[in-house]
C-alpha cells in the first residue's frame, strides 16, 4: 500500500502549497511506494522562513545541550535502524546490509559530532601588545541548504545536517526526488530526539525546489551532493550571490593491482568495489589498473565472481546487487554498455538487463579497455568495471590520475615502498592500500579533488569548516589605548 509523506516546516507536516505531488517508485517492483510533496519557491520560502526564525534561539543554545540533541539522534536510530533501513531498501534498492551500514553512518556520525558540542576548538595565540588577548572562535553561519542525492540517502544528508546543527546552524533539506519517504522517516528521528520547531526543515521535491534553495537570499550555505552538471549549476548561482558552498560530485575510481599484490584479496575488493550497492557509489570502482603480468589471471577471477553473484530485491537476505535506481539510471547503463562495445572494450560478462521486473542489470565487465574509451573516463554509475593493462607503477599512477575526478583510488600490493610512493602521488582525496575504494569513516575527510569537488570536504574535524564562520576576538585590559609600534595595521 502506498505512503504519503508531507514536508516539515516549523516543526509542522503539511503537503506543497500547490496540493502537487509526485510518486517515489519501488526500484525493484516497481511498485509506487509514497507520494510526496512537490515543492515549489513557495514552499522553499516557508521553510527557509522557518529556520530564519529558529535561528537566533538555537544559536544561542548551549553547544554542549545541541551536543546531547545529537546524541539522542544517534539513539533513536539506533532503535530505528531495521526499520529505516527497510523502506530505504524499498525505496532506492540497495540490498538490506547496504541500507543498514547507511543508518550506522549516520548513527557514527551523530555520535561524533555530538562530541563536537563540547570540543569545537577554537584556539588562542600570543598577540603583539601586553595586556592583550587574542582567541578565534567558530560562529554558526545562519541558514544552511542541503541538497542530496538517493544512492546514501540517511548517510550523507547526516555529514551535512550533523556538523550543521551542533555547530547552531538552522537547516533545509531537500532531499532526492528518488527517496522522500527514507528522508521524513529520518526527520521524524530529530523531531522525536526534541529538536526545537524551525531548526530543521524538510522540502520534498524536484531540481526546482532545489534551484530555488539554491538562490535564496536568506541561505548563508549550501552543501550539495549529487552530479557534476548539476553541482556545478548550483555553484554558479550560489556564487554569483556570494554564499559558501561545499561541493560533492561525480567519481570514477580506481583499484590499481601490482604484480606482487595476493590476487584473492584484490578480486573480492574489486567485486565489491565495483558492484556493491550496483556500483552507485560515489566511490565504487569503474575502472580496474592492472599490471599485465597478473591481468588474465585476475580476469578469470573476477568473471567467476561477477557470475556468481545474487541479483535481486534487495530487502531478501541473500541478494547481492540490488537493481539500478530508476528507469533512467538503467538506460544510461544500456548507453554506455553499447559504447564500451563500439569502442572495442569487450565485455566478457554481463551486458545485459538482468529479470524481468525492475531496474536490474548484470554485473559486467569490459577486459579490454583503454584509458582514452568513454567508458574508461565518463562516470556510468552502475555495475560496469573497466579494465586497463599496465606495465609499471608510473603508468599506473598516470592513469589513475588522467581522468576528470578525484574522488577514490586503491593500490594493491605487497611492496612497501610502491605501497608508499602511491600514496604520495595518487591525487584523489581518498587514497585505500590494500582495500576496496569504499568504506569511509566518518571521523575522517571525505571528499575529491578536480571535477569531484570544489576543494571542501565532508566528515571528521574538517565538516565543520563548511559550517562554521571564523570569528577573531581581541581583549584589550591595559585600560590605554594601545597602539602597535609601526602603526599600520588595519
Ligand atoms: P543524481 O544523479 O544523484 O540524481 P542530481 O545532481 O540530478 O544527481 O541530483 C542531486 C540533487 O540535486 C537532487 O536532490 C536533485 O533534486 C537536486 N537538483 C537537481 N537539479 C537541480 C538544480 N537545478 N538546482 C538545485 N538542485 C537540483
Redesign the pocket.
Known sequence: MSRETHNFIGGNWQAATSGHVFDSVNPATEEVLATAPDSDASDVNAAVQAAKAAYQEWRLTPAPRRGEVLYRVAQILEQKKEELSRVMTQEMGKVIVEARGDVQEAIDMAYYMGGEGRRMLGYTAPVELPNKFGMALRESAGVVAL?????FPVAVPSWKMLPALVAGNTVVW?????TPLTAAEFVKVFAEAGLPPGVLNLVT??????????QHPDVRVIS????????L??YT?AAALGKKVALE?GGKNAIIVMDDANLELAAQAITWSAYGTTGQRCTATSRLIVHKAVKAQLVDMLVEKAKSLKVGYGIENDVQVGPL?NQK?LEKVERYVAIGRDEGANAVVGGGRALDKGFFYQPTLFADATPDMRVAREEI?GPVLSVLTINSLEEAVAVNNGVAYGLSSSIFTENVNAAFRAIRDLTTGIVYINHGTTGAEIQFPFGGTRGTGNGMREAGQTALDSFTEWKSVYVDYSGTLQRAQIDNRE
Do not use: H, Q, R, Y
Open positions: 541538497i542530496t542525492p538517493w544512492n531537500k532531499p532526492s526526488e528518488e521535491g524536484a531540481g526546482a525546489a532545489g534551484a530555488a534553495l539554491a550539495f551532493t549529487g552530479s557534476t552538471e548539476t553541482g549549476k548550483v548561482t560530485m535506481v539510471a554509475f
